[in-house]
């Protein structure tokens, strides 16, 4: 009996010796070496995980640089001292990636915006979303709720007097959370230098817009008609701005909107909210 448990002793050491030996070989000779570059260039990244880059975070996008995929510009939310280095620890040009911000396709602000009802219930767009809309007669406008700041981790995103979110285009990262939160698709992220912009969401036209909300667009399409020809055009009832055009979108487009649905817009979208 003792000889037979000496023996499976054996064999069992035997065997740990073996596959320690094979583990010990494919580490030699499998494993990948780590670029020291990459760690460097990780604690350069603002460490944000915002995925504005593209990537699900600031170690991917560092991995990404390392293979000479992107450029450090590809970054909007790092200093442009910390994106200089990144260049010059990898030999590339910074790159230019034009800042995009999260713009609100609406301005039906609690003045504006004609109430049908008094919502009581959880404080969410998502759940006054299943109840009438919070009780605005515009159901396809902003609830108001908030959920857009709650979820910002930039603080770039405060909510007005009239319950609406102003974005401030400095501390946006363009990371998308406001956009993938908002139950009603009210926000997008749009290149900084597009300064035309329609604020309004809703499907209805004329006196059937504006009755619910008085800064709607009523479609009387004079904003396409004065817009350089191609940059503006009517769909559904809404004015959809082309910026892939030789002509580019003017202020002109603005000047005889009888709401102020469609805006020119320098800096932020909205105006801070007063004391």
Not at 195 to 221: H, I
Request: charged share 20%; glycine share 10%; net charge negative.
């Amino acid at each position: 009996m003792g000889g037979e448990v000496a023996t499976a002793m054996a064999i069992m050491t035997g065997l740990g010796v073996f596959f320690a030996v094979v583990l010990a070989i494919a580490y030699r000779f499998l494993r990948v070496e780590e670029d020291p570059r990459l760690e460097v260039v990780e604690e350069l990244l603002p460490g944000n995980n915002c995925g504005a880059c593209g990537q699900p975070g600031c170690a991917a996008f560092a991995g990404e640089l390392i293979a000479g995929k992107v450029t450090p510009g590809k970054c909007t939310v790092a200093s442009a001292a910390a994106l200089e280095e990144i260049a010059n620890i990898l030999g590339v040009d910074v790159g230019a990636e034009e800042k995009r911000i999260a713009r609100l396709k609406c301005a039906g602000s609690m003045g504006q915006m004609r109430k049908v009802a008094a919502y009581e219930g959880l404080d969410s767009c998502r759940a006054a979303i299943l109840v009438s809309g919070g009780g605005r007669a515009c159901s396809w406008g902003c609830i108001g709720l908030a959920d857009c700041q709650d979820v910002c981790t930039f603080d770039a995103i405060i909510m007005s007097d009239g319950a609406l979110p102003l974005v401030d285009p400095e501390l946006c990262s363009a990371c998308n959370d406001c956009v993938d939160v908002c139950p009603l698709d009210l926000f997008v992220l749009v290149p900084e230098s597009q300064r035309l912009f329609v604020q309004c969401n809703s499907p209805l036209e004329g006196e059937e817009a504006t009755d619910r909300c008085k800064v709607a667009c009523d479609a009387c399409a004079r904003c396409a008609l004065d817009a350089p020809e191609g940059t503006v055009e009517m769909v559904d009832g809404l004015p959809i701005v082309h910026y892939d055009q030789d002509l580019k979108p003017t202020a002109k487009a603005t000047w005889r909107c009888p709401t102020g649905a469609i805006v020119w817009l320098e800096g932020k979208q909205f105006k801070e909210p007063t004391d």
